[in-house]
């Protein structure tokens, strides 16, 4: 567990061929039919001499978002951390195995 015996959930989903990790505290069922709710995001605090871009990138996305509303079928996987890790993004290569789901009109 942290150290303030609160839970961290590390959330892995993808979203226009990139895939996002964020680290959580609340991740719950939305109100809503389809989407799961990710609440109190972690991100590492800029405390070190090298800035990583793509974090700060990442901390800027989300900067003023309180509950993000993310569809189930984009969740890749949610897993209970013992402690917040660097959050990330990675963008999909054409041959890897996370696909969108075709849309028909």
Known sequence: MSDKGEVIYRVQYHHAEIQYDIYVRHVYPSDMPGFICIEGFLFQ???????????EKLSHEFANVETAFIPYHQIIRIDQVSKAGESQTKTLEK???????????
């Open 45 to 55: 605090e800029e405390t070190q001499l090298l800035i990583d871009p793509r974090m």
């Open 95 to 105: 041959n890897d195995k996370i696909k969108a789901f075709p849309r028909f009109v």
